[in-house]
């Protein structure tokens, strides 16, 4: 059974960067397809960025651009988010999610979700 | 960059009846193989969204029959039939055409009266 779990709460000031972990198990990542979503207090889902490790690719939103960066180590099956220059607006719960396969691709489409990270930037 | 529209913002539905979400995108959701990347979650109050329909139409492993994805193209439809308590939560529509793009819809609240 695949699961996701994140790593633990993070209070950051405004300016600094985050670095979320993600670590699978029942499953590899290098196969899959990791995204990063974000909910803010009292909004919707946003999708940051994502990867497919075994293609070494990885694309962003155009509103994180820059400031974000999602890796992957094979070794420990870990992905990891980093988020820089943080601002108050960046406060929110960030969630990692990991595709399925259907018919052979398995690549699209967040099946498999971590249980969250609360990251509060505050001064 | 494809933008996803759902209505209603919210509903409320009495248990038993039937909760119908709309999702509209902006451009044409069906790939060059043949397949439609939309994709339905349920967001509920203290969980991780949960994947509910993948491919327009197909439910994913352990989601009742009583949710039913439909809709091809740019429109698309969640229906909830015999609604639960447990279906309290937001409703997402996601589209991911394009590998590695992925855009949501605004959520639907449903509320049971």
């Known amino acids: 059974q695949v699961q996701l779990v994140q790593s633990g709460a993070e209070v950051k000031k405004p300016g600094s960067s985050v670095k979320v972990a993600c670590k699978a198990s029942?499953?590899?990542?290098?196969?899959?397809?990791i995204n990063w979503v974000r909910q803010a207090p009292g909004q919707g889902l946003e999708w940051m960025g994502g990867?497919?490790?075994?293609?070494?690719?990885?694309k962003y939103a155009q509103k994180f651009q820059g400031r974000v960066t999602i890796t992957t180590d094979e070794s420990t099956s870990t992905a990891y988010l980093e988020l820089s220059s943080l601002r108050s607006e960046d406060t929110g719960v960030y969630y990692c999610?990991?595709?399925?396969?259907?018919?052979?691709?398995?690549?699209?489409?967040?099946?498999?979700w971590g249980q969250g990270t609360l990251v509060t930037v505050s001064s | 960059e494809i933008v996803m529209t759902q209505t209603p913002l919210s509903l409320s539905v009495t248990p038993g009846q039937t909760a119908s979400i709309s999702c509209k995108s902006s451009?044409?959701?069906?790939?060059?193989?043949?397949?439609?990347?939309l994709y339905w979650y349920v967001h509920k109050p203290g969980q991780s969204p949960q994947l509910l329909i993948y491919?327009?139409?197909r439910r994913f492993s352990g989601v009742p029959d009583r949710f039913t994805g439909s809709g091809s193209g740019t429109d698309f439809t969640l229906k909830i039939s015999r609604v639960e308590a447990e279906d309290v939560g937001v409703y997402y529509c996601?589209?991911?055409?394009?590998?590695?793009?992925?855009?949501f819809g605004g959520g639907t609240k449903v509320e049971i009266k």
């Open positions: 999610a990991r595709t399925y396969c259907s018919d052979g691709n398995c690549w699209r489409g967040p099946a498999y």
């Open positions: 029942g499953a590899t990542l290098s196969s899959y397809g």
């Open positions: 996601m589209q991911n055409k394009e590998l590695l793009v992925l855009t």
């Open positions: 451009q044409s959701l069906l790939h060059s193989d043949g397949k439609t990347y």
């Open positions: 491919e327009g139409s």
């Open positions: 990867t497919i490790p075994m293609f070494d690719k990885a």
